[in-house]
């Protein structure tokens, strides 16, 4: 029993730091209540302020498709994009947060990218003109994407005053013009946000035989 | 001067004051996509070949650039200019509908610089890439080609399409419509089948008839003609007599990972053989392509059919086959091809519509960024055709080709 004090001592401790660990909730819908998915709730801060540790994700290049269609990352962050297709794709950005271009290629090949500025990336392929995906390269670690129900979790905020603010790809507002204040004390906050939105059509796409090799 | 200095200076600084909040604004801010866009793209070829003239100036040369009849024969001859200029307007309309029109010059082809519709379709997709159906209607060629998959069904691997593929891209145009099913099952296999009809093929068969097999990357278009042999007489590659549709169809099996996948293909165009210059044309191709190892395509196809017509007796077999091995590492592709083709003469007539000949064909392309591609390519053919004596009248030809896309 006294060997294991110390294991006791440490779990209680882990145990107390996540149950102070304050979260917030809340919900996206459009002016007409309509839940807004693909949503990205996050915390307002300067650029300046940025987080930039050195992190890696990944956007996959599936059956044609972009997966996900929208990653957000912080600043900072390196993006590598395998195509897992046995067709080539062109991978590029015309986006002033970044502009780059991965040439014809299959599997692995691609190097990562690093998006060390904040703002939108759209992603698109040169091959196939209905492929387009986001990359919102945020100035903090803490975002959070809604569901097909609207939902949004922030998990893992330290107390604090803080202004969140949403954005999404048809959003007519800016991010800044849905600011938030919030107070975390401990305990779970509510939030909620109503977002104008643009009407949108994207691309159909083409897949089946024609487009096959 | 120190006046004009402080005006500059203010002029900046307003223009810095007002950049700011639109710059802060554009941070993020993702412009809808547009509904309609526009894709083109522009190919100018240097190319020799020969001796004998082409079969686009009527010609029993097999590649698209031969050699010039001049008055002590048939000699080699080198050439420049547009080989092909292709505007593609697509647009996503209501009921997430894709439409897409397609416009080619093709100067040389077409004999003339007017462009060819060559696309106009609308398709509806439901489900996603794993699994789901769809629906395309217009004017569409058939989906049988499995080189022709480039920017403005462009070839992907060459400069020039197998003459298989060459012979599915310039005559079989078709006004119809057709409908595809694809699914990928649990245990990683991907099945598609395509069934569709449409009119407008009454002719085809005619070429390989009465010219043979070519060589090319040439794009049929509905308002477009081809040259045929000799006479300076053209024949209509879109072409309706007997109002009864072509009927095709596409099955595919492959695995998920799409290391592997064999196409089956068929059409019969149920030409009306009664009716003055119906051509009833019918075959059927397999093809099989494969991934061994990363950077590797393997594509092989195979195609046989016959073309029969009343009068005159020109009723024909015939068959093509081609296997191609590609290796690309980036912007790089080494490509060879070998290509082997037969028609035969199943009537007898006066003229023989007989040949035989193979061709290997060895192709590299640089891409350079997303707008430029500078490929090269060599073709080496062999053939004899009966109605044209005993000469080969393509030993070779070469291509350099400097393509922008938009």
């Given at each position: 029993?006294?060997?294991?004090?110390?294991?006791?001592?440490?779990?209680?401790?882990?145990?107390?730091?996540h149950?102070?660990?304050?979260?917030?909730?809340?919900?996206?819908?459009?002016m007409?209540g309509a839940?807004?998915?693909?949503?990205?709730?996050?915390?307002?801060?300067?650029?300046?302020?940025?987080?930039t540790?050195?992190?890696e994700?990944?956007?996959?290049?599936?059956?044609?498709?972009?997966?996900?269609?929208?990653?957000?990352?912080?600043?900072?962050t390196?993006?590598?994009?395998?195509?897992?297709?046995?067709?080539?794709?062109?991978?590029?950005?015309?986006?002033?947060?970044?502009?780059?271009?991965?040439?014809?290629?299959?599997?692995?090949?691609?190097p990562?990218?690093?998006?060390?500025?904040?703002?939108?990336?759209?992603?698109?392929?040169?091959?196939?003109?209905?492929?387009?995906?986001?990359?919102?390269?945020?100035?903090?670690?803490?975002?959070?994407?809604?569901?097909s129900?609207?939902?949004?979790?922030?998990?893992?905020?330290?107390?604090?005053?803080?202004?969140?603010v949403?954005?999404?790809?048809?959003?007519?507002?800016?991010p800044?013009?849905?600011?938030?204040?919030?107070?975390l004390?401990g305990?779970?906050?509510?939030?909620?946000?109503?977002?104008?939105?643009?009407?949108?059509r994207?691309?159909?796409?083409?897949?089946?035989?024609?487009?096959?090799? | 001067?120190?006046?004009?200095?402080?005006?500059?200076?203010?002029c900046?600084?307003?223009?810095?004051?007002?950049?700011?909040?639109?710059?802060?604004?554009?941070?993020?801010?993702?412009?809808?996509p547009?509904?309609?866009w526009?894709?083109a793209?522009?190919?100018?070829?240097l190319a020799?070949?020969?001796?004998?003239?082409?079969?686009t100036?009527?010609g029993?040369?097999?590649?698209r650039?031969?050699?010039?009849?001049?008055?002590?024969?048939?000699?080699?001859?080198?050439h420049?200019?547009?080989?092909?200029?292709?505007?593609?307007v697509?647009?996503?309309?209501?009921?997430?509908?894709?439409?897409?029109?397609?416009?080619?010059?093709?100067?040389?082809?077409?004999?003339?610089?007017?462009?060819?519709?060559?696309?106009?379709?609308?398709?509806?997709?439901?489900?996603?890439?794993?699994?789901?159906?769809?629906?395309?209607?217009g004017?569409?060629?058939?989906?049988?080609?499995?080189?022709?998959?480039?920017p403005?069904?462009s070839?992907?691997?060459?400069i020039s399409?197998?003459?298989?593929?060459?012979?599915?891209?310039?005559?079989i145009?078709?006004?119809?419509a057709?409908?595809?099913?694809w699914?990928?099952?649990?245990?990683?296999?991907?099945?598609g089948?395509?069934?569709?009809?449409?009119?407008?093929?009454?002719?085809?068969?005619?070429?390989?008839?009465?010219?043979?097999?070519?060589?090319?990357?040439?794009?049929?278009?509905?308002?477009?003609?081809?040259?045929l042999p000799?006479?300076?007489?053209?024949?209509?590659?879109?072409?309706?007599?007997?109002?009864?549709?072509?009927?095709?169809?596409?099955?595919?099996?492959?695995?998920?990972?799409?290391v592997?996948?064999?196409?089956?293909?068929?059409?019969?165009?149920?030409?009306?053989?009664?009716?003055?210059?119906?051509?009833?044309?019918?075959?059927?191709t397999?093809?099989?392509?494969v991934?061994?190892?990363?950077?590797?395509?393997?594509?092989?196809?195979?195609?046989?059919?016959?073309?029969?017509?009343?009068?005159?007796?020109?009723?024909?077999?015939?068959?093509?086959?081609?296997?191609?091995?590609?290796?690309?590492?980036?912007?790089?592709?080494?490509?060879?091809?070998?290509?082997?083709?037969?028609?035969h003469?199943?009537?007898?007539?006066p003229?023989?519509?007989?040949?035989?000949?193979?061709?290997?064909?060895?192709?590299?392309l640089?891409?350079?960024?997303?707008?430029?591609?500078?490929?090269?390519?060599?073709?080496?053919m062999?053939?004899h055709?009966?109605?044209?004596g005993?000469?080969n009248?393509t030993?070779?030809?070469?291509?350099?080709?400097?393509r922008?896309r938009y």
């Amino acid at each position: 029993m006294v060997r294991r004090l110390p294991l006791l001592l440490a779990a209680l401790c882990v145990a107390a730091t996540h149950a102070g660990t304050p979260t917030v909730s809340g919900t996206v819908v459009t002016m007409d209540g309509a839940a807004v998915a693909d949503a990205v709730v996050f915390v307002q801060v300067s650029a300046a302020a940025a987080d930039t540790a050195r992190r890696e994700q990944i956007v996959d290049q599936i059956n044609k498709t972009f997966v996900p269609g929208l990653l957000p990352i912080v600043v900072g962050t390196s993006v590598r994009f395998p195509n897992h297709d046995q067709i080539h794709h062109h991978v590029y950005s015309f986006s002033p947060a970044k502009t780059f271009e991965l040439p014809l290629y299959k599997g692995e090949d691609a190097p990562a990218v690093l998006f060390d500025k904040v703002g939108v990336v759209k992603i698109g392929c040169n091959i196939h003109d209905w492929m387009s995906g986001i990359i919102l390269v945020l100035p903090t670690p803490h975002f959070a994407v809604t569901d097909s129900a609207g939902h949004f979790v922030l998990e893992d905020m330290p107390g604090g005053s803080y202004t969140l603010v949403a954005w999404h790809a048809l959003s007519k507002l800016r991010p800044e013009d849905t600011a938030q204040s919030v107070q975390l004390d401990g305990q779970v906050r509510d939030v909620n946000f109503r977002l104008p939105l643009a009407p949108a059509r994207p691309r159909p796409a083409m897949h089946g035989s024609r487009v096959e090799p | 001067m120190a006046s004009a200095l402080l005006r500059t200076c203010w002029c900046v600084f307003l223009s810095l004051l007002g950049a700011l909040p639109l710059q802060a604004r554009a941070q993020f801010a993702a412009e809808p996509p547009s509904t309609i866009w526009l894709r083109a793209l522009l190919d100018v070829r240097l190319a020799g070949g020969g001796p004998a003239p082409s079969w686009t100036e009527h010609g029993p040369g097999k590649l698209r650039y031969g050699g010039s009849d001049a008055s002590g024969g048939f000699q080699s001859s080198e050439h420049f200019g547009l080989s092909r200029a292709a505007l593609q307007v697509g647009a996503a309309l209501p009921w997430d509908i894709r439409g897409q029109v397609q416009l080619d010059v093709q100067p040389d082809v077409a004999d003339a610089y007017h462009p060819w519709l060559t696309e106009a379709i609308l398709r509806k997709e439901w489900g996603e890439g794993a699994g789901g159906w769809g629906v395309q209607a217009g004017i569409m060629h058939v989906p049988f080609s499995l080189e022709n998959v480039g920017p403005a069904w462009s070839p992907e691997y060459s400069i020039s399409s197998s003459l298989l593929n060459s012979w599915i891209w310039e005559d079989i145009l078709l006004s119809g419509a057709e409908g595809e099913w694809w699914h990928t099952t649990q245990s990683g296999l991907r099945l598609g089948a395509l069934i569709g009809g449409g009119y407008g093929t009454d002719q085809i068969g005619r070429l390989l008839a009465l010219r043979g097999w070519v060589m090319g990357d040439t794009i049929g278009g509905i308002n477009g003609s081809l040259a045929l042999p000799g006479s300076g007489a053209r024949t209509d590659i879109f072409n309706e007599r007997d109002h009864r549709p072509a009927l095709y169809s596409w099955l595919s099996v492959g695995d998920e990972a799409e290391v592997a996948a064999v196409r089956l293909g068929a059409i019969d165009n149920q030409g009306d053989e009664g009716r003055p210059g119906v051509w009833h044309t019918r075959f059927a191709t397999v093809g099989l392509v494969v991934h061994p190892v990363p950077r590797v395509d393997l594509i092989a196809q195979y195609l046989n059919g016959v073309a029969r017509v009343h009068a005159p007796p020109n009723d024909s077999s015939f068959s093509a086959s081609y296997a191609l091995l590609s290796y690309h590492i980036r912007q790089h592709r080494l490509s060879v091809r070998y290509d082997s083709f037969r028609v035969h003469d199943l009537d007898g007539g006066p003229i023989s519509t007989s040949e035989q000949g193979h061709a290997v064909t060895t192709a590299y392309l640089l891409q350079l960024g997303l707008r430029h591609r500078i490929a090269l390519e060599h073709t080496w053919m062999t053939s004899h055709r009966v109605a044209t004596g005993p000469i080969n009248p393509t030993p070779d030809g070469w291509q350099v080709s400097y393509r922008f896309r938009y």
